[in-house]
């Protein structure tokens, strides 16, 4: 702990970490506010899922596209014209009642998201020396994480109180809020993007990086099958305010794991702690689909959500020693497009799975998806040698 305090002390990281963190609630927020507002209007856990997925399906499939403007126009401009459109389209979605609208405008939500995480990450290494990168990919994850708390924990209460429409209210002012603060920081006035190196591969040229892609394909598809069949499963208990609370509990977990990640292990390169990392991530899962919604689902979920957390920083490095020259934003802004398309997919599918089949028939699929992304990762591991060594310039 007393690492990080130094570090947010001898570094430009809290006001980076202030200004992002009411975008970062707000993202925390939407997916379980649309879920409720889609499910409140219909009655229907298989459209409200489905709008979920459209929602993520529709601003998945444009992330690479405002990663790809990020690393041509700079930070600045993207942020300042995605930030309010978006915060307008959740307040064109809280006032809609009609199932059809809601479903288009889940949609134009979708392609309004503007590039928060994608624009934060690049910053890292503008602010802080190679050897800290580690330590602040686990703050900056630890902040996410938080917000992932506080989030669901307030959209759930605001969804299910007398006054739902306050949910994504708040939403759209933390959204506004947060990016604006975010598009008006120095930091990011002076952020230039790379300069492409000619004789490196393009992205998907890669190895590596058409391996992350596969293992994200997995890993997105599990994460997006679980997000509605959490909610499900509560709401079929008639419990649906253990969604939150199991929410929190694992997203508390992460913000651990990212804490241990960023301290623990240093001597270990990035590959060799995701390799190890996701032996015990995947042994973690192996019981969700038998929990029950209290506290077995709480414990398993807590224990996946350390390895989570873990995980997240040690990819986040691995990305970053795979990436050719000039896509600091676009590399992951791809990746995430892959992960988060696949998510869509399974949220869409999951509310119709957790109607038809049952809610833990879902957990098994998530837990099978994790699986195949270790097999993906241990199989494929010699096209991401590139991030068995500690240092950018080792050689």
């Keep these: 702990m007393r690492e990080y305090l130094l570090f947010l002390k001898t570094t430009g990281a809290k006001s980076l970490l202030i200004a992002a963190f009411p975008a970062r609630f707000a993202y925390g927020m939407i997916g379980l506010g649309l879920y409720f507002k889609v499910y409140h209007e219909t009655q229907s856990i298989a459209t409200a899922g489905f709008a979920a997925g459209a929602n993520g399906i529709a601003g998945s499939l444009t992330t690479g596209v405002r990663a790809a403007l990020l690393d041509k126009y700079g930070l600045k401009w993207p942020i300042r014209f995605f930030v309010p459109a978006y915060a307008a389209s959740i307040l064109l979605v809280n006032a809609t009642h009609d199932k059809t609208l809601l479903l288009l405008f889940a949609i134009l939500l979708g392609l309004c998201a503007p590039p928060i995480n994608l624009s934060v990450r690049p910053l890292w290494r503008s602010i802080v020396p190679q050897e800290k990168l580690r330590t602040a990919y686990a703050i900056d994850s630890t902040s996410m994480e938080i917000a992932a708390i506080l989030g669901p924990l307030a959209v759930t209460a605001l969804a299910l109180s007398q006054h739902p429409a306050l949910a994504l209210t708040l939403c759209s002012f933390s959204l ?106 995947t042994l973690a899962t192996l019981p969700l689909a038998f929990t029950t919604p209290g506290w077995s689902l709480m414990l398993v979920g807590g224990v996946m ?91």
Excluded: D
């Excluded at 992951?332 to 399974?346: H, Y």
């Design 305 to 395: 959500g350390f390895f989570v957390g873990a995980q997240q920083v040690f990819y986040l490095e691995i990305l970053e020693f795979i990436r050719p020259k000039g896509a600091a934003a676009s590399a992951l802004g791809w990746m995430w497009m892959i992960e988060g398309s696949a998510g869509a997919v399974g949220s869409a599918i999951a509310g119709t799975l957790s109607e038809s089949v049952g809610p833990q028939f879902c957990f098994a699929l998530s837990t099978a998806c994790v699986v195949v992304g270790a097999f993906i990762t241990f199989g494929g591991q010699r096209y991401l040698q590139k991030a068995n060594k500690k240092s950018l310039t080792e050689g």
């Design 176 to 281: 506004l809020s947060g990016g604006l603060s975010i598009s008006f920081l120095e930091v990011v006035g002076r952020w230039i993007p790379e300069v492409k190196n000619p004789s490196e591969k393009k992205l998907f040229r890669i190895p590596g990086i058409r391996l992350l892609a596969l293992e994200g394909l997995f890993i997105g598809l599990g994460t997006g099958i679980f997000s509605i069949a959490l909610p499900a499963f509560t709401t079929i208990a008639h419990v649906p305010k253990m969604t939150s609370i199991i929410l929190g509990v694992q997203s508390s977990t992460m913000i651990f794991g990212s804490l241990v990640a960023g301290t623990v292990g240093k001597h270990w390169t990035p590959l060799q702690a995701f390799k190890r990392n996701y032996i015990f991530w």
